[in-house]
């Protein structure tokens, strides 16, 4: 596998859009797409892309306690 000095640009998707919180689906996608393609071309980005998906999940644990606080009140 070659190495490459560049950077992936889906998995700085996946960090802006996890970071974010706008697109928590986006962010998913742009990661599992990033690590696919850092896999086989040697780009850099690997930490971005799990960042960019961890910082999705985080969202819908938030997102999801809101609600149910909310309707508990």
Known sequence: MPYSSKTNGSAVASFVLGLSGFGVVGSVV???????????????????????????GLWVVVVATIVLVSLAN
Do not use: D, P, T, Y
């Not at 599992?32 to 999705?56: D, H, T, Y």
């Open 30 to 56: 742009c990661g599992v797409r990033a690590l696919n393609q850092i896999q086989s071309s040697g780009e850099r980005g690997k930490g971005f892309a799990i960042a960019g998906m961890v910082f999705s």
